[in-house]
């Protein structure tokens, strides 16, 4: 088996912290392998199929051509979608320790970096290639189902059936922001270092999920496509800053903050238009709680739920200014300390320049003094002191 763990020359008691940190990936790897040999076997087929195979399954008639239709499988959400989620929990965390050893560390050889800055170049690697991934994704969902058709984002509600890949995906955003818990422990991160990685991890794991089991699924994918091209461009600029391309470094830095700023209002507007306006465009007798059919299009949930998104937004963007606040200060700061030491430079210069010319002044008086008679230098002396 490949090692996937960092490699070090001690070898720790088996079991204890070390050797599981050392050596997660391949425990980890162990794990899924169990339940993917479980399907091998009769006895225990139906039990690994329910951790690695999409459940909650449906049949539906579909008008393939005008007037004939065929019966096509989607999936709707349920409680056995937990054991697949943790069998992709476990598949995240193999992929994390993968890109961390065979790219991640590589890079890092080459880079010298610290140990502050090593471990946001890894933070970075890590979500940009998750960003991408998901990114391409959603975009193919996006087309799939037509959801550049903005009205497609409520029509047709509740949205409870989805195809393969639609769930799929959801499934693996759940898993991913899921297996940022594990890795806090995996990678040693520090105290001070996990109160923001949880935060971020938790913000996520609330809207996905509850987008998810609300049946919000096609306005969720646009509002996190939206969300990660903007993130994307944010931490591919950080991995460029600390490889040493500032030029390039510094313009992607300014886009991705207008990015921030226009997906910022775009998802304000999207969730405006989906929760306050679209929605509610469905017949009364519609906008009720049927939890069978995942219809939760009442006043209630379609406002607590724009509030909720216009809300994440506001904090996002009000800690986007503070953080452009602080940065200008420091400017401002770096720029005034390094203005005083010129000045005290300067000043020090002009001192030692005047005290050059006295000196020189000096020099030729004396000099002039050497060449008159003796009672005139007495003469001279005199009046320099007075």
């Not at 937990?82 to 069998?87: G, Q």
């Not at 994390?96 to 933070?123: G, P, R």
């Not at 096609?218 to 040493?244: C, D």
């Not at 995942?294 to 607590?304: A, D, E, I, Q, S």
Request: hydrophobic share 50%; proline share 3%; net charge positive.
């Amino acid at each position: 088996m490949v090692r996937l763990g960092k490699k070090t020359t001690k070898n720790p008691p088996i079991m204890s912290h070390e050797f599981i940190i050392q050596n997660h990936a391949d425990i980890v790897a162990c794990v899924a392998m169990v339940f993917v040999v479980g399907l091998m076997f009769q006895a225990t087929n139906g039990m690994a199929a329910v951790f690695i195979s999409l459940q909650h399954n449906v049949s539906r008639p579909v008008e393939t051509m005008p007037g004939v239709t065929q019966d096509m499988t989607f999936y709707t959400a349920g409680r056995w979608d937990i054991p697949s989620t943790f069998f992709y929990l476990l598949i995240a965390v193999v992929i994390h320790a993968i890109i961390q050893e065979y790219v991640l560390d590589k890079v890092n050889k080459k880079l010298h970096l610290s140990k502050i800055k090593h471990a946001k170049f890894d933070e970075s690697g890590q979500l940009l290639s998750f960003y991408l991934v998901s990114i391409v994704w959603g975009i193919d969902i996006m087309m799939r189902e037509n959801l550049y058709n903005i009205a497609n984002l409520w029509d047709g509600y509740p949205h409870a059936a989805m195809t393969f890949m639609f769930k799929f995906f959801f499934l693996v955003q759940i898993s991913y922001w899921l297996h940022i818990f594990p890795e806090l422990y995996f990678q040693k991160t520090k105290k001070d270092e996990m109160a923001p990685k949880i935060q971020y991890a938790c913000l996520y794991l609330a809207f996905i999920t509850a987008a998810y089991f609300l049946s919000f699924t096609r306005v969720t994918v646009a509002l996190l496509v939206l969300h990660y091209i903007a993130e994307a461009v944010y931490h591919a600029s950080r991995i460029l800053a600390y490889a040493e391309k500032t030029n390039i470094s510094k313009k992607l830095f300014k886009f991705g903050d207008l990015l921030f700023v226009a997906a910022r209002l775009g998802s304000v507007i999207i969730s405006v238009l989906t929760f306050w306006y679209g929605l509610a465009l469905a017949p009364a007798e519609s906008q009720v709680v049927d939890l069978a059919a995942g219809n939760f299009n009442t006043g209630l949930f379609r406002f607590n739920a724009m509030v909720a998104v216009c809300l994440l937004q506001a904090w996002l963007m009000w800690n986007f200014l503070m953080f452009q606040v602080r940065r200008m200060r420091e400017g401002k700061g770096a720029s005034s300390v390094s203005s005083g030491a010129a000045s005290a430079k300067k000043g020090k210069t002009q001192q030692e320049r005047a005290k050059a010319r006295k000196e020189r002044k000096e020099g030729d008086a004396r000099s002039e003094d050497d060449e008159l008679p003796e009672v005139d230098q007495d003469e001279n002396l005199r009046k320099r002191v007075k």
